[in-house]
Protein backbone atom coordinates (compact mmCIF):
# COMPACT_ATOMS: atom_id res chain seq x y z
CA UNK A 1 0.00 0.00 0.00
CA UNK A 2 2.65 2.64 0.39
CA UNK A 3 4.79 2.01 -2.01
CA UNK A 4 1.48 2.41 -4.36
CA UNK A 5 0.25 5.15 -2.88
CA UNK A 6 0.16 7.91 -5.35
CA UNK A 7 -1.22 4.75 -7.80
CA UNK A 8 -4.22 4.25 -4.89
CA UNK A 9 -5.22 7.61 -4.89
CA UNK A 10 -5.35 8.24 -8.82
CA UNK A 11 -7.47 4.96 -9.26
CA UNK A 12 -9.70 5.96 -6.75
CA UNK A 13 -9.93 9.39 -7.86
CA UNK A 14 -10.88 8.01 -11.39
CA UNK A 15 -13.64 5.49 -9.37
CA UNK A 16 -14.73 8.59 -7.46
CA UNK A 17 -15.44 11.36 -10.17
CA UNK A 18 -17.16 8.25 -12.20
CA UNK A 19 -19.62 7.82 -9.17
CA UNK A 20 -20.13 11.39 -9.25
CA UNK A 21 -21.04 11.50 -12.69
CA UNK A 22 -22.87 8.26 -13.31
CA UNK A 23 -23.78 7.38 -9.82
CA UNK A 24 -26.08 10.47 -9.19
CA UNK A 25 -28.23 9.48 -11.47
CA UNK A 26 -29.68 6.73 -9.26
CA UNK A 27 -32.35 9.19 -8.37
CA UNK A 28 -34.26 8.92 -11.64
CA UNK A 29 -33.76 4.71 -11.67
CA UNK A 30 -35.08 4.53 -8.05
CA UNK A 31 -38.91 3.36 -7.57
CA UNK A 32 -41.33 5.28 -5.86
CA UNK A 33 -44.40 3.27 -6.35
CA UNK A 34 -46.13 0.45 -4.39
CA UNK A 35 -42.92 -0.99 -2.65
CA UNK A 36 -44.48 -2.43 0.50
CA UNK A 37 -46.87 -5.15 -1.26
CA UNK A 38 -45.25 -8.97 -0.95
CA UNK A 39 -45.12 -10.24 -4.63
CA UNK A 40 -46.76 -13.10 -3.56
CA UNK A 41 -49.46 -11.78 -1.36
CA UNK A 42 -53.36 -12.07 -2.03
CA UNK A 43 -53.85 -8.00 -3.06
CA UNK A 44 -50.36 -8.39 -5.36
CA UNK A 45 -51.79 -11.82 -7.03
CA UNK A 46 -55.24 -9.92 -7.56
CA UNK A 47 -53.88 -6.56 -8.96
CA UNK A 48 -51.59 -8.97 -11.42
CA UNK A 49 -54.47 -11.49 -12.37
CA UNK A 50 -56.75 -8.13 -12.81
CA UNK A 51 -54.18 -6.40 -15.02
CA UNK A 52 -53.69 -9.13 -17.19
CA UNK A 53 -56.63 -10.03 -17.90
CA UNK A 54 -59.13 -6.41 -18.14
CA UNK A 55 -55.87 -4.30 -18.57
CA UNK A 56 -54.08 -1.49 -15.97
CA UNK A 57 -57.27 0.59 -14.78
CA UNK A 58 -54.60 3.57 -13.01
CA UNK A 59 -55.26 7.21 -12.60
CA UNK A 60 -51.46 7.90 -14.15
CA UNK A 61 -52.13 11.67 -13.83
CA UNK A 62 -55.02 13.52 -12.51
CA UNK A 63 -55.46 17.11 -13.18
CA UNK A 64 -57.71 19.25 -11.14
CA UNK A 65 -59.61 22.31 -12.72
CA UNK A 66 -61.29 25.15 -11.27
CA UNK A 67 -63.01 28.49 -12.74
CA UNK A 68 -64.15 30.76 -9.71
CA UNK A 69 -66.78 32.22 -12.12
CA UNK A 70 -68.17 29.20 -14.73
CA UNK A 71 -69.73 26.13 -13.44
CA UNK A 72 -69.15 22.76 -16.03
CA UNK A 73 -72.44 23.55 -17.73
CA UNK A 74 -70.63 26.63 -19.28
CA UNK A 75 -69.47 25.95 -23.20
CA UNK A 76 -66.42 27.84 -22.39
CA UNK A 77 -65.24 26.16 -19.32
CA UNK A 78 -65.14 22.71 -21.03
CA UNK A 79 -63.76 24.44 -24.58
CA UNK A 80 -60.96 25.67 -22.56
CA UNK A 81 -60.37 22.19 -20.73
CA UNK A 82 -61.29 19.58 -23.60
CA UNK A 83 -58.78 22.12 -26.05
CA UNK A 84 -55.81 21.78 -23.55
CA UNK A 85 -56.35 18.52 -23.39
CA UNK A 86 -56.78 17.64 -27.28
CA UNK A 87 -53.38 19.20 -27.43
CA UNK A 88 -51.74 16.56 -25.87
CA UNK A 89 -49.40 14.40 -28.08
CA UNK A 90 -51.23 10.88 -28.28
CA UNK A 91 -48.14 9.07 -28.48
CA UNK A 92 -47.52 10.16 -24.74
CA UNK A 93 -51.27 9.48 -23.61
CA UNK A 94 -53.44 6.19 -23.81
CA UNK A 95 -56.80 7.51 -22.77
CA UNK A 96 -58.43 10.64 -21.30
CA UNK A 97 -61.49 11.02 -19.01
CA UNK A 98 -63.63 13.32 -17.92
CA UNK A 99 -66.65 15.44 -16.91
CA UNK A 100 -67.86 15.60 -20.43
CA UNK A 101 -66.95 12.58 -21.85
CA UNK A 102 -68.13 10.20 -19.29
CA UNK A 103 -71.02 12.35 -18.11
CA UNK A 104 -70.49 11.23 -14.63
CA UNK A 105 -71.71 13.60 -11.81
CA UNK A 106 -68.63 11.99 -9.63
CA UNK A 107 -65.57 13.85 -11.42
CA UNK A 108 -67.87 17.55 -10.58
CA UNK A 109 -67.36 19.06 -7.36
CA UNK A 110 -70.33 20.18 -4.90
CA UNK A 111 -70.18 23.46 -5.87
CA UNK A 112 -69.75 22.54 -9.74
CA UNK A 113 -66.90 24.96 -9.87
CA UNK A 114 -64.28 21.97 -10.38
CA UNK A 115 -63.58 19.24 -12.17
CA UNK A 116 -60.85 17.06 -12.98
CA UNK A 117 -59.54 14.40 -15.75
CA UNK A 118 -58.20 11.26 -15.68
CA UNK A 119 -55.44 10.37 -18.14
CA UNK A 120 -53.98 7.42 -18.36
CA UNK A 121 -50.33 7.36 -20.03
CA UNK A 122 -48.47 5.07 -22.56
CA UNK A 123 -45.61 2.91 -21.24
CA UNK A 124 -44.98 -0.92 -20.25
CA UNK A 125 -43.29 0.20 -16.83
CA UNK A 126 -43.35 2.78 -14.21
CA UNK A 127 -40.18 4.39 -15.88
CA UNK A 128 -41.68 4.57 -19.65
CA UNK A 129 -44.48 6.02 -17.83
CA UNK A 130 -42.18 8.65 -16.25
CA UNK A 131 -41.07 9.92 -19.25
CA UNK A 132 -44.42 10.08 -20.86
CA UNK A 133 -45.47 12.53 -18.01
CA UNK A 134 -42.11 14.47 -18.48
CA UNK A 135 -43.22 14.88 -22.24
CA UNK A 136 -46.44 16.46 -21.39
CA UNK A 137 -46.21 18.03 -18.17
CA UNK A 138 -45.84 21.19 -19.82
CA UNK A 139 -49.37 21.04 -21.23
CA UNK A 140 -50.57 19.65 -18.35
CA UNK A 141 -51.37 23.63 -17.34
CA UNK A 142 -50.92 26.05 -20.83
CA UNK A 143 -51.56 29.65 -20.52
CA UNK A 144 -54.59 29.22 -22.35
CA UNK A 145 -56.83 27.73 -19.29
CA UNK A 146 -55.32 30.81 -17.73
CA UNK A 147 -56.33 33.07 -19.89
CA UNK A 148 -59.87 31.71 -20.30
CA UNK A 149 -59.99 31.94 -16.18
CA UNK A 150 -59.54 28.42 -15.44
CA UNK A 151 -56.83 26.84 -13.07
CA UNK A 152 -55.36 23.60 -13.70
CA UNK A 153 -52.90 21.78 -10.69
CA UNK A 154 -51.75 18.56 -11.23
CA UNK A 155 -51.56 15.25 -9.79
CA UNK A 156 -52.37 11.08 -9.45
CA UNK A 157 -49.86 8.74 -9.25
CA UNK A 158 -46.91 9.22 -11.92
CA UNK A 159 -46.51 13.00 -10.75
CA UNK A 160 -46.76 11.68 -7.07
CA UNK A 161 -43.93 9.46 -7.72
CA UNK A 162 -41.70 12.36 -9.59
CA UNK A 163 -42.47 14.19 -6.68
CA UNK A 164 -41.34 12.06 -4.21
CA UNK A 165 -38.22 11.43 -5.96
CA UNK A 166 -37.52 14.82 -6.46
CA UNK A 167 -38.15 15.57 -3.03
CA UNK A 168 -35.96 12.76 -2.01
CA UNK A 169 -33.06 14.18 -3.85
CA UNK A 170 -33.17 17.92 -2.72
CA UNK A 171 -34.09 16.55 1.14
CA UNK A 172 -30.60 14.66 0.74
CA UNK A 173 -28.32 17.14 -0.75
CA UNK A 174 -30.08 19.93 2.23
CA UNK A 175 -29.15 17.29 5.06
CA UNK A 176 -25.61 16.73 3.70
CA UNK A 177 -24.58 20.24 3.15
CA UNK A 178 -25.96 20.96 6.84
CA UNK A 179 -24.03 18.06 7.91
CA UNK A 180 -20.55 17.95 6.36
CA UNK A 181 -20.08 21.35 7.79
CA UNK A 182 -21.15 20.45 11.42
CA UNK A 183 -19.14 17.07 11.52
CA UNK A 184 -15.93 19.05 10.43
CA UNK A 185 -16.10 21.28 13.22
CA UNK A 186 -16.93 18.76 15.99
CA UNK A 187 -14.07 16.89 14.05
CA UNK A 188 -11.61 19.97 13.87
CA UNK A 189 -12.54 20.01 17.93
CA UNK A 190 -11.67 16.07 18.33
CA UNK A 191 -8.93 16.64 16.13
CA UNK A 192 -7.16 19.57 16.88
CA UNK A 193 -6.47 19.90 12.90
CA UNK A 194 -8.38 20.04 9.57
CA UNK A 195 -5.83 17.87 8.08
CA UNK A 196 -6.80 15.45 10.01
CA UNK A 197 -10.52 16.50 10.48
CA UNK A 198 -11.25 16.30 6.98
CA UNK A 199 -10.07 12.34 6.35
CA UNK A 200 -12.87 10.70 7.87
CA UNK A 201 -15.45 13.29 6.16
CA UNK A 202 -13.96 12.45 2.80
CA UNK A 203 -14.30 8.89 3.55
CA UNK A 204 -17.84 8.99 3.94
CA UNK A 205 -18.45 11.31 0.85
CA UNK A 206 -16.64 8.47 -1.13
CA UNK A 207 -19.06 6.03 0.38
CA UNK A 208 -21.80 7.65 -0.47
CA UNK A 209 -20.82 8.57 -3.77
CA UNK A 210 -20.07 4.98 -4.31
CA UNK A 211 -23.05 3.75 -3.05
CA UNK A 212 -25.21 5.56 -5.07
CA UNK A 213 -23.30 4.18 -8.19
CA UNK A 214 -23.77 0.55 -6.94
CA UNK A 215 -27.65 0.67 -6.28
CA UNK A 216 -27.64 2.42 -9.92
CA UNK A 217 -25.99 -0.90 -10.96
CA UNK A 218 -28.42 -2.49 -9.10
CA UNK A 219 -31.31 -1.06 -10.60
CA UNK A 220 -30.38 -2.49 -14.27
CA UNK A 221 -31.34 -6.00 -12.78
CA UNK A 222 -34.01 -5.47 -10.24
CA UNK A 223 -36.29 -3.22 -8.55
CA UNK A 224 -34.91 -0.73 -5.73
CA UNK A 225 -36.89 1.55 -3.71
CA UNK A 226 -36.02 5.17 -3.25
CA UNK A 227 -36.07 4.83 0.43
CA UNK A 228 -32.84 2.52 -0.02
CA UNK A 229 -31.35 6.54 -0.68
CA UNK A 230 -31.74 7.14 3.29
CA UNK A 231 -29.86 4.18 4.73
CA UNK A 232 -27.01 5.06 2.05
CA UNK A 233 -26.12 8.47 3.25
CA UNK A 234 -26.95 7.60 6.79
CA UNK A 235 -24.64 4.44 7.27
CA UNK A 236 -22.23 5.89 4.41
CA UNK A 237 -21.33 9.20 7.04
CA UNK A 238 -21.64 7.52 10.07
CA UNK A 239 -19.66 4.48 9.50
CA UNK A 240 -17.13 6.84 6.94
CA UNK A 241 -16.26 9.30 9.83
CA UNK A 242 -16.69 5.88 12.82
CA UNK A 243 -13.86 4.33 10.46
CA UNK A 244 -12.27 7.45 9.76
CA UNK A 245 -11.48 7.98 13.65
CA UNK A 246 -10.21 4.32 14.11
CA UNK A 247 -7.54 4.49 11.24
CA UNK A 248 -6.97 8.39 11.74
CA UNK A 249 -6.12 8.17 15.42
CA UNK A 250 -4.24 5.14 15.41
CA UNK A 251 -1.90 6.48 12.67
CA UNK A 252 -0.93 9.86 14.91
CA UNK A 253 -0.39 7.75 17.92
CA UNK A 254 2.01 5.59 15.97
CA UNK A 255 4.11 8.30 13.97
CA UNK A 256 5.42 9.11 17.41
CA UNK A 257 5.66 5.16 18.15
CA UNK A 258 7.56 3.86 14.90
CA UNK A 259 10.65 5.39 13.27
CA UNK A 260 9.17 5.89 9.62
CA UNK A 261 5.80 6.71 8.18
CA UNK A 262 5.97 3.21 6.04
CA UNK A 263 5.85 1.10 9.78
CA UNK A 264 3.31 3.74 11.06
CA UNK A 265 0.91 3.10 7.95
CA UNK A 266 1.46 -0.98 8.52
CA UNK A 267 1.11 -1.02 12.20
CA UNK A 268 -2.09 1.52 11.44
CA UNK A 269 -3.73 -1.18 9.45
CA UNK A 270 -2.58 -3.89 10.93
CA UNK A 271 -4.82 -3.17 14.19
CA UNK A 272 -7.43 -0.52 13.41
CA UNK A 273 -7.69 -1.87 10.01
CA UNK A 274 -8.33 -5.14 11.55
CA UNK A 275 -10.82 -3.88 13.63
CA UNK A 276 -12.57 -1.43 10.74
CA UNK A 277 -12.17 -4.82 8.47
CA UNK A 278 -14.39 -6.96 11.51
CA UNK A 279 -16.68 -4.40 11.56
CA UNK A 280 -17.75 -3.95 8.46
CA UNK A 281 -17.93 -7.51 7.49
CA UNK A 282 -20.30 -7.93 10.67
CA UNK A 283 -22.40 -5.28 9.90
CA UNK A 284 -22.70 -6.09 5.88
CA UNK A 285 -23.77 -9.95 7.43
CA UNK A 286 -26.56 -7.91 9.23
CA UNK A 287 -28.04 -5.99 6.37
CA UNK A 288 -27.87 -9.00 4.06
CA UNK A 289 -30.58 -10.57 6.31
CA UNK A 290 -33.40 -7.19 5.03
CA UNK A 291 -33.00 -9.36 1.58
CA UNK A 292 -34.67 -12.08 2.61
CA UNK A 293 -37.94 -10.15 2.40
CA UNK A 294 -40.08 -10.33 -0.29
CA UNK A 295 -40.94 -6.76 -0.27
CA UNK A 296 -38.97 -4.31 -2.31
CA UNK A 297 -38.93 -2.26 0.80
CA UNK A 298 -36.93 -3.85 2.85
CA UNK A 299 -34.89 -5.89 0.31
CA UNK A 300 -33.63 -2.00 -1.11
CA UNK A 301 -32.66 -1.21 2.48
CA UNK A 302 -30.64 -4.41 2.23
CA UNK A 303 -29.27 -3.41 -1.13
CA UNK A 304 -28.50 0.21 0.08
CA UNK A 305 -26.55 -0.93 3.28
CA UNK A 306 -24.68 -3.98 2.25
CA UNK A 307 -23.49 -1.87 -0.87
CA UNK A 308 -22.68 1.75 1.53
CA UNK A 309 -20.79 -0.50 4.00
CA UNK A 310 -18.34 -2.49 1.67
CA UNK A 311 -17.83 0.60 0.09
CA UNK A 312 -17.04 2.52 3.28
CA UNK A 313 -15.09 -0.49 4.19
CA UNK A 314 -12.82 -0.84 1.08
CA UNK A 315 -12.13 2.68 1.65
CA UNK A 316 -11.14 3.03 5.35
CA UNK A 317 -8.53 -0.09 3.91
CA UNK A 318 -7.07 1.05 0.88
CA UNK A 319 -7.65 4.49 0.29
CA UNK A 320 -7.52 6.40 3.79
CA UNK A 321 -4.12 4.13 4.27
CA UNK A 322 -3.00 6.02 0.87
CA UNK A 323 -3.94 9.36 1.62
CA UNK A 324 -2.22 8.92 5.24
CA UNK A 325 1.12 7.46 3.60
CA UNK A 326 1.13 10.69 1.58
CA UNK A 327 0.77 13.47 4.41
CA UNK A 328 2.74 11.66 7.03
CA UNK A 329 3.67 13.76 9.95
CA UNK A 330 1.27 16.87 7.35
CA UNK A 331 -1.80 14.73 9.11
CA UNK A 332 -1.16 17.35 11.82
CA UNK A 333 -1.40 20.38 9.30
CA UNK A 334 -3.61 23.46 10.03
CA UNK A 335 -3.65 22.23 13.58
CA UNK A 336 -6.13 24.76 15.70
CA UNK A 337 -4.35 23.68 19.29
CA UNK A 338 -0.42 23.28 20.08
CA UNK A 339 -1.01 19.60 21.71
CA UNK A 340 -1.64 17.80 18.10
CA UNK A 341 2.38 17.40 18.21
CA UNK A 342 2.56 16.28 22.11
CA UNK A 343 2.85 12.40 22.54
CA UNK A 344 0.49 10.05 23.27
CA UNK A 345 -0.49 10.43 27.02
CA UNK A 346 -0.50 7.11 29.29
CA UNK A 347 -3.48 5.45 28.82
CA UNK A 348 -4.21 4.47 32.55
CA UNK A 349 -4.97 8.60 33.01
CA UNK A 350 -7.46 10.85 31.38
CA UNK A 351 -11.15 11.37 31.27
CA UNK A 352 -12.12 8.38 29.24
CA UNK A 353 -9.90 6.17 31.68
CA UNK A 354 -11.93 7.25 34.76
CA UNK A 355 -15.25 7.42 32.72
CA UNK A 356 -14.57 3.76 32.07
CA UNK A 357 -13.30 3.04 35.72
CA UNK A 358 -16.52 4.51 37.07
CA UNK A 359 -18.98 2.64 35.11
CA UNK A 360 -17.55 -0.69 36.31
CA UNK A 361 -17.82 0.71 39.86
CA UNK A 362 -21.58 0.79 39.31
CA UNK A 363 -22.54 -0.76 36.74
CA UNK A 364 -26.35 -0.90 37.93
CA UNK A 365 -26.73 2.82 38.29
CA UNK A 366 -25.52 3.35 34.63
CA UNK A 367 -27.71 0.21 33.32
CA UNK A 368 -30.50 1.82 34.74
CA UNK A 369 -29.90 5.13 33.39
CA UNK A 370 -29.33 4.09 30.10
CA UNK A 371 -32.31 2.05 30.16
CA UNK A 372 -34.54 4.59 31.06
CA UNK A 373 -32.92 7.28 28.59
CA UNK A 374 -34.15 5.14 26.02
CA UNK A 375 -37.40 4.14 27.22
CA UNK A 376 -38.19 7.52 27.39
CA UNK A 377 -36.54 8.24 23.54
CA UNK A 378 -38.92 5.57 22.43
CA UNK A 379 -42.27 6.63 23.94
CA UNK A 380 -42.79 8.19 20.89
CA UNK A 381 -43.46 5.39 18.91
CA UNK A 382 -46.55 4.19 21.20
CA UNK A 383 -48.49 6.41 19.33
CA UNK A 384 -47.22 5.40 15.84
CA UNK A 385 -49.04 5.18 12.81
CA UNK A 386 -48.08 3.37 9.99
CA UNK A 387 -48.99 3.71 6.57
CA UNK A 388 -47.88 3.13 2.84
CA UNK A 389 -46.73 5.84 0.53
CA UNK A 390 -49.04 8.29 -0.59
CA UNK A 391 -48.93 12.27 -1.41
CA UNK A 392 -49.33 12.70 2.60
CA UNK A 393 -45.78 12.33 2.68
CA UNK A 394 -45.00 15.40 0.39
CA UNK A 395 -44.91 18.53 1.93
CA UNK A 396 -48.04 20.66 2.22
CA UNK A 397 -47.03 23.47 -0.38
CA UNK A 398 -46.77 20.52 -3.03
CA UNK A 399 -49.53 20.58 -5.91
CA UNK A 400 -49.59 16.88 -5.96
CA UNK A 401 -50.41 16.76 -2.34
CA UNK A 402 -53.13 19.70 -2.34
CA UNK A 403 -54.75 17.99 -5.60
CA UNK A 404 -54.87 14.48 -3.69
CA UNK A 405 -56.80 16.59 -0.47
CA UNK A 406 -58.70 18.86 -2.77
CA UNK A 407 -59.99 15.55 -4.50
CA UNK A 408 -60.78 14.33 -0.62
CA UNK A 409 -62.80 16.90 0.24
CA UNK A 410 -64.10 18.90 -2.84
CA UNK A 411 -65.94 15.65 -4.25
CA UNK A 412 -69.06 13.91 -2.85
CA UNK A 413 -67.57 10.51 -4.16
CA UNK A 414 -63.51 10.10 -4.75
CA UNK A 415 -61.19 7.66 -4.88
CA UNK A 416 -58.52 7.08 -7.43
CA UNK A 417 -56.97 4.40 -5.35
CA UNK A 418 -60.25 1.81 -4.15
CA UNK A 419 -59.72 -1.68 -2.73
CA UNK A 420 -60.87 -3.97 -5.60
CA UNK A 421 -61.95 -7.31 -5.45
CA UNK A 422 -61.68 -9.76 -8.45
CA UNK A 423 -64.37 -12.11 -8.79
CA UNK A 424 -64.30 -15.84 -10.45
CA UNK A 425 -66.50 -18.70 -10.36
CA UNK A 426 -69.58 -17.45 -10.36
CA UNK A 427 -72.12 -19.67 -11.61
CA UNK A 428 -75.53 -17.66 -11.11
CA UNK A 429 -76.31 -13.78 -10.84
CA UNK A 430 -77.63 -14.57 -7.40
CA UNK A 431 -74.10 -15.35 -6.19
CA UNK A 432 -72.71 -12.54 -7.49
CA UNK A 433 -75.60 -9.99 -6.16
CA UNK A 434 -75.45 -11.56 -2.86
CA UNK A 435 -71.54 -10.95 -2.65
CA UNK A 436 -72.12 -7.51 -4.02
CA UNK A 437 -74.71 -7.08 -0.95
CA UNK A 438 -72.45 -8.50 1.67
CA UNK A 439 -69.49 -6.30 0.99
CA UNK A 440 -72.22 -2.77 0.88
CA UNK A 441 -73.29 -4.06 4.59
CA UNK A 442 -69.36 -3.89 6.19
CA UNK A 443 -68.94 -0.25 8.03
CA UNK A 444 -67.14 1.64 5.91
CA UNK A 445 -67.71 0.71 2.43
CA UNK A 446 -70.41 3.46 0.57
CA UNK A 447 -71.08 0.99 -2.05
CA UNK A 448 -69.59 -1.72 -4.58
CA UNK A 449 -69.91 -1.86 -7.84
CA UNK A 450 -68.50 -3.88 -11.22
CA UNK A 451 -66.56 -2.04 -13.06
CA UNK A 452 -65.70 -4.66 -15.42
CA UNK A 453 -66.50 -8.59 -16.87
CA UNK A 454 -64.78 -11.04 -18.64
CA UNK A 455 -65.88 -14.55 -20.22
CA UNK A 456 -69.41 -15.85 -19.27
CA UNK A 457 -70.69 -16.90 -15.58
CA UNK A 458 -67.59 -18.67 -14.16
CA UNK A 459 -65.38 -15.86 -15.83
CA UNK A 460 -63.73 -12.93 -13.89
CA UNK A 461 -65.41 -10.16 -12.40
CA UNK A 462 -63.79 -7.04 -10.99
CA UNK A 463 -65.59 -5.42 -7.82
CA UNK A 464 -64.74 -2.22 -6.08
CA UNK A 465 -65.58 -2.15 -2.70
CA UNK A 466 -64.06 1.16 -1.63
CA UNK A 467 -64.32 3.35 1.29
CA UNK A 468 -65.09 6.30 -1.21
CA UNK A 469 -66.56 5.43 -4.21
CA UNK A 470 -64.13 4.82 -7.26
CA UNK A 471 -64.95 7.39 -10.22
CA UNK A 472 -66.81 7.47 -13.06
CA UNK A 473 -63.51 8.05 -15.32
CA UNK A 474 -61.91 4.91 -13.37
CA UNK A 475 -64.28 2.38 -15.07
CA UNK A 476 -64.36 4.15 -18.64
CA UNK A 477 -60.49 4.24 -18.63
CA UNK A 478 -60.13 0.42 -18.23
CA UNK A 479 -62.84 -0.38 -20.67
CA UNK A 480 -64.24 -3.52 -19.67
CA UNK A 481 -64.86 -5.86 -21.54
CA UNK A 482 -68.80 -7.55 -22.44
CA UNK A 483 -69.33 -10.92 -20.91
CA UNK A 484 -69.87 -11.89 -24.43
CA UNK A 485 -71.43 -9.78 -27.82
CA UNK A 486 -75.11 -9.05 -26.55
CA UNK A 487 -77.97 -10.71 -28.75
CA UNK A 488 -75.84 -14.05 -27.97
CA UNK A 489 -76.65 -16.86 -25.73
CA UNK A 490 -74.82 -15.18 -22.69
CA UNK A 491 -75.99 -15.61 -19.55
CA UNK A 492 -77.56 -12.60 -17.73
CA UNK A 493 -75.11 -11.13 -15.04
CA UNK A 494 -76.42 -8.97 -11.96
CA UNK A 495 -73.88 -6.15 -11.88
CA UNK A 496 -73.47 -2.90 -10.79
CA UNK A 497 -72.20 0.15 -12.24
CA UNK A 498 -70.56 3.75 -11.44
CA UNK A 499 -71.64 5.69 -14.03
CA UNK A 500 -75.28 7.46 -14.96
CA UNK A 501 -76.07 4.84 -17.52
CA UNK A 502 -73.76 3.09 -19.97
CA UNK A 503 -73.64 3.76 -23.57
CA UNK A 504 -74.76 0.77 -25.05
CA UNK A 505 -78.09 1.39 -23.92
CA UNK A 506 -79.99 3.99 -26.08
CA UNK A 507 -82.26 4.94 -23.11
CA UNK A 508 -79.98 4.39 -20.12
CA UNK A 509 -82.08 2.93 -16.94
CA UNK A 510 -82.00 5.13 -13.50
CA UNK A 511 -78.28 6.68 -12.18
CA UNK A 512 -77.03 4.37 -9.81
CA UNK A 513 -78.94 1.38 -11.66
CA UNK A 514 -77.89 -2.36 -10.55
CA UNK A 515 -79.84 -4.88 -13.36
CA UNK A 516 -79.23 -7.84 -15.63
CA UNK A 517 -77.46 -7.53 -18.76
CA UNK A 518 -80.04 -7.63 -21.11
CA UNK A 519 -79.82 -9.63 -24.05
CA UNK A 520 -81.51 -7.01 -26.43
CA UNK A 521 -78.50 -4.02 -26.03
CA UNK A 522 -76.65 -3.11 -28.50
CA UNK A 523 -72.63 -3.77 -28.82
CA UNK A 524 -70.96 -1.35 -26.19
CA UNK A 525 -68.78 1.30 -28.07
CA UNK A 526 -65.50 1.15 -26.77
CA UNK A 527 -66.17 -1.77 -25.10
CA UNK A 528 -63.60 -5.21 -26.55
CA UNK A 529 -66.62 -7.64 -26.52
Known amino acids: ?????????????????????????????????????????????????????????????????RSATRTVGDPAYRQAVTAALNRLPRADVARVSTYWSTGSPRLVSADRHATYAVLQLTGADDAARQDSYKAIKAGLTPASLVASGVTARVGGTVPMEAAINSEVTANIAKAELFSMPVLLILLLVIFGSLAAAALPVAIGGIAI???????????????????????????????????????VTRFREELHRQPTVERAVARTVATAGRTVAVSGITVALALTSLM???????????????????????????????????????????????????????????AWYRLAHSVMRRPAVYATVIVVGLLAL??????????????????????????SEALDSQFPVNSTAPVEALVTGARAPAQLTAYLHRIDAIPGVTGARVTGMMGGLGGSGRVVPPGKMLPASMSATSRPRCPRRPGTSSPRFAISYPRPGPPCWSAGPPRGWRTSWPASAPPCPGWRC
Open 209 to 247: LGSFAVLRLLTMATTVSVYSVNITTILGLGLGIDYGLFM
Open 378 to 403: GAPFLRISWGGTDARTLPAASTVRQV
Open 292 to 350: LFPEDFLRSMGFGGVATVAVDMLAALTVLPALLAVLGPRVNALRIRRSVHRPVRDESSG
Open 1 to 65: MYTRRRLTLGIALVLVAFAAVWGTGVFGKLSSGNSFTPPASQSQREADQASRVFGRNDADVVVLY
